[in-house]
Structures are given as structure tokens and as C-alpha cells.
């Protein structure tokens, strides 16, 4: 009976809340009214990392804090900022970590530079293999 | 050399079971720290969110004696969990303050009712804009303000008991 009760017990149970329960800020839902500014908005959010759930963009999340961001992301545009300045707020606070498009340092220059370097060692093998045969 | 390259699959499967397994072991860091850190406290004016409490403003932080400012949210747990700890802090002597991200007054009365009120004032981020402005992640998270007004210091997650020296050797520090 205990038991039974129990699991009755638990199965009422609600879940724990872990969000907020006001409405999110109204840009995070609604495109802006100038197409133009809407597709420099979205196509910045594209390209904006979430910060809670990290594998996802701004744009394809359903988080609190990513439609808080691209609230932030659409005031900033409307009020006719540059999508360059508000990526550059945004990596002023957390760092390269939030955007997709990382800028070329110390520690992003190899992904630019191996491929270069790989397709020179391709050639240099390529041409000693011809040679042999040639030969 | 024909010999020792033979072995060249096989150390190259090595390498990357070692690496899968690392990775697997030890997962990487998924903290994302705010590169405020060192840098002044952002201007910020947030209205009271009790009637009895100021608000928050980002003047009010360079008064010569350093302050914690915790973020927290009513509906945030591991905000429950670090609540016995920010008393102590202020039991000890640390100056608190907070913002309360994404919240309404009669919830932060009855989260304060039920897990203590350690702060000098709290300030309604309703729309995170602080937050975000600061470089924080979620909530709890807790900024080491010296002062001079400058953030010195974050710590990411709930407060424990072992973290409450810690804070205050860092407000030590922050003088």
C-alpha cells in the first residue's frame, strides 16, 4: 500500500522548474519590420553561439538567455548598429567562444594554414611518384 | 624503412584512441567564462525589484570597499543551494549585492522568506540585458567588484562551502 501510494506520490509530481516563468522579451519572437535589417539580424543570429545549450545557434534555440540575445541582437540592428559591432559587443563579454566565425589568431591560424600545407606535401608526393615512373 | 613504417596504422590508431578516451575521461571544460574579468563594471541602471531595497546601479560600485554582486533568480535551484552560503559570506562581513534575472517581486519576496536575505539591494534584469552585458552565462554566478568599481573576479555555479574563503580572500585582495 505504502509503496502503491508512492509511486502514485510521484507520478503528481511536477517537474522542477528551471526557467523563468515571465514572457520573453518581445524581439526574441518577432522579426523586425524592415526586411533588410530582419536578414542582417538573422543572419547574424546564425552565426552567434548559445551559451546554455552550446552546440546550437541563438537562432535555433528555444533557451531563455538565447531569445533574450537575439532580442538583443534585433534592438541593435533596428537602432542601426552594424551586425560587425553587435558580434563585437557580444565577444568584448564572453570571448571568441560565442561566435561561429572565430577571427584568425595564434590559435586559429593552423585551420587556415594546414590545408595549404597539406595540398603542398599532396603535390610534392604526386611529383616524385610521376618522376619514378617516368624514369 | 619499409620496417618502421609497417607501424605507422597501428601508432596512428593509438593516437586517436588515446584522444577519444581523453575526451571520453576527461570531458572538456564547458564553462564559459566573462572576459569582463579585469575590466570596469559595465554602466548599468536596473530599478529596484523590492520596495524596501534599492536598485542597481554601476555608480554605486567604486565606493572604496570592494562588493560581491550575485546573480540569482527565484526559479533558479542552484540558487537555493548557495543561499546558506552568501550568508555566511555576509556574516562574515562580505557586501552583497544582486540582480535578479528574469523575475517578479512576489517570487523573490518568497525565495527571500524562505532561503534568507543576504543583500544590500537588488536590481530587476527582467530582459537579461545585464546579464549579458557582463558576460555572465546563467544563473547563479557571482562578480568580485573592487573598489574601484572593477571586476576582479567570477565565480560560475552555485556558491559552496568550500568557495566561501575563497570569496573572501578575493575581497581581501579586491581593497
Sequence with gaps: MRRALAAVALLL????????????????YTQLPDPAQEAQ??????????????????????????????????????AGERPAQ?????MDRYGDYVTYDP???WV???L??????????GLFLARRLFRRRTA | MKKLLIW?????FVLVFALVMNGLIQPSDRIVRSAMVGKPLPAMHLPPMLADKPGIDAK???TGKPRLLNIFASWCIPCVAEAPQLLKLKQAGAEIDAIAVRDTTPDVQAFLARNGDPYTRIGDDHAMRAQLSLGSSGVPETFVIDSHGVIVDQHVGDIRAEDVPKLLAALEKAK
Design chain 1, 108 to 110: 586559429t591560424a593552423p
Design chain 2, 8 to 12: 605507422l596504422p597501428l601508432a596512428l
Design chain 1, 13 to 28: 509530481a511536477g517537474t522542477a522548474q528551471a526557467d523563468s516563468s515571465l514572457p520573453a522579451s518581445p524581439l526574441a
Design chain 1, 86 to 90: 553587435v558580434r563585437k559587443w557580444l
Design chain 1, 112 to 121: 587556415w594554414i594546414a590545408p595549404l600545407l597539406l595540398l603542398g606535401i
Design chain 1, 41 to 78: 539580424a538573422k543572419a547574424l543570429m546564425e552565426t552567434l553561439r548559445c551559451l546554455v545549450c552550446q552546440g546550437q545557434s541563438i537562432a535555433d534555440s528555444d533557451a531563455d538567455m538565447a531569445g533574450e540575445m537575439r532580442a538583443l541582437v534585433r534592438q541593435r540592428v533596428a
Design chain 2, 60 to 62: 554605486d560600485f567604486a
Design chain 1, 103 to 105: 577571427p584568425l589568431s
